[in-house]
């Protein structure tokens, strides 16, 4: 009878521990394979490797990669994409999410575990031992939806990663836009300086003779003083643009000795044709599949949730009734009678109403979400491409017109002076002109450069605002030059 009971428990189980077995093998737990979608996506984008480290070895290999390429280096932008997707922490660590959702999928496949139980009554000579096992049947009902759902959310968090991958890109060019740009405004002002400082040590020497007034010395004396500030601050500007840039990749201790370009790259000859920007954005944007497949999971749930509106808990239990008993000739009698019950909640008080509702409301609620967003992208795709085209018009207008005609006023203005024809305030009224005028055509390349960068993020996504605000879960429904 001892070796009895174990055996009769084992057979019991048997079944489930086979159908669990079974399951699992179908799962792919290789976290490679899971991130290769992610991978292959963002490098139709971004033309840029990225990769999930996943030992020692693989990061050393990569640390060595980064130092290859900005050490003692001048980094142009997809050499400083390439670095952040390689070295960035935080997108490593958002990566992570992927394996956790593939491993929600394989928890999902497999079987609840029975609870077994043993008792026995009474003493020898005669006693009875009851021994059962447990099988939660509405889990093996409700598995397939719940491993459908658990599918849908690996899905949106591998398209998370992309779009975290996309968006460190997009984030990354533009920081080195703005630092080359920072360091190409302190490469004029430097060349300005000079000139001032020239004009200042004339102006000094010219007033010691006296051939020339104090208050053309003030003049020219103020102008050098104020372009030194102007300069000292956009320095101050570029090192810290600098800065954010070597955050985005990661860097720190002597890989932070690279350089930048003191010049953003001239103006395209033309702009980019975008005769269907909606449709390229609305097959395109990983944030509105994100959506779609929030919407996916959430009907699957709304299905879940009906299917378990009145019987919320069902649970088979099966076993055996082992009774020993003495006979009146004081032989013992052993009877083995079988168990099968059946339990589960009667839907009295509580008949579903309220989670069928909430699910409902759910599934409402992401349907609208996707609506907007995609109404939203629309928008967004138009209004990025409009001032992209702007953008390029107004910095071909300054470089095209508004310099060269600057460049004459200046010119013809230091002739009169030399000339005595005009004085010195009026002189350097033009050269302020000018210097304004040439701020503003690096400022309009600039804006036309982070422009072309927000055109890319509106079509393939990874901007700002990309994520829609899904506040729903389903558990809820459910349950160049030298350098800087």
């Not at 139980?117 to 009851?130: F, N, Y």
């Not at 795709?381 to 200046?410: C, F, K, Q």
């Amino acid at each position: 009878m001892r070796t009895g009971i174990p055996r009769i428990i084992a057979l019991a189980a048997l079944p489930l521990l086979t159908a669990g077995c079974a399951t699992t093998g179908a799962v792919d737990t290789n976290p490679l394979n899971a991130f290769a979608p992610v991978s292959d996506r963002t490098a139709s984008v971004t033309g840029k490797q990225t990769v999930w480290l996943q030992s020692a070895e693989e990061a050393r290999k990569a640390g060595e990669r980064v130092q290859a390429l900005v050490r003692n280096r001048t980094v142009g932008p997809d050499t400083a994409v390439q670095v952040a997707l390689l070295n960035n922490k935080g997108l490593q660590a958002a990566y992570a999410d992927i394996g956790m959702s593939a491993a929600d999928v394989w928890q999902e496949t497999m079987l609840v575990n029975p609870p077994i139980s043993i008792g026995v009554i009474g003493v020898d000579p005669v006693r009875t031992v009851e021994a059962a096992v447990v099988t939660n049947i509405l889990a093996l009902i409700t598995r397939p939806r719940r491993v459908a759902i658990a599918e849908a959310r690996f899905r949106q968090a591998q398209l998370r990663a992309a779009e975290e991958t996309l968006r460190l890109a997009a984030d990354t060019r533009r920081a080195w836009i703005e630092a080359v740009a920072a360091w190409e405004r302190v490469a004029y002002l430097n060349r300005a300086q000079a000139a001032a400082d020239a004009a200042s040590a004339l102006a000094q020497k010219l007033g010691e003779t006296g051939a020339f007034t104090k208050t053309g010395q003030a003049r020219e004396h103020v102008f050098y003083a104020e372009l030194a500030g102007q300069t000292a601050e956009a320095r101050m500007q570029a090192r810290m643009a600098k800065e954010a840039l070597t955050r985005l990749m990661g860097l720190w201790g002597y890989d932070v000795d690279y350089q930048v370009p003191d010049a953003l790259p001239a103006l395209p000859k033309g702009t980019k044709a975008k005769r269907a920007i909606e449709t390229e954005a609305l097959k395109n944007r990983v944030d509105l599949e994100i959506a779609r497949l929030e919407l996916q999971a959430l009907a699957r749930s709304y299905g879940l949730t009906s299917a378990t509106r009145y019987v919320s808990d069902l649970g088979l239990r099966s076993g055996v009734e082992i009774e020993r008993e003495e006979e009146e000739d004081g032989s013992t009698r052993t009877e083995v009678i079988g168990i099968a019950e059946i339990d589960f909640v009667i839907p009295i008080f509580d008949t579903g109403k309220a989670r069928m509702r909430k699910a409902e409301l759910a599934y409402m609620q992401a349907a609208n979400l996707l609506a907007e967003r995609a109404v939203n992208i629309r928008s967004e795709a138009r209004g990025a491409y409009d001032a992209y085209r702007s953008t390029y018009d107004i910095a071909r207008h300054y470089r095209n017109n508004v310099i060269p005609l600057r460049t004459t006023i200046e010119e013809e203005s230091l002739l009169t002076y030399n000339g005595m024809i005009t004085n010195t305030f009026e002189l350097l009224a033009d050269t302020r002109a000018k210097i304004d005028s040439i701020m503003l055509s690096l400022n309009a390349k600039r804006q036309f450069w982070l422009a072309d960068v927000d055109l890319g993020t509106a079509i393939h996504g990874g901007g700002s605002g990309s994520s829609p605000a899904m506040a729903t879960e389903v558990a809820a429904a459910g349950d160049g030059g030298g350098g800087h």
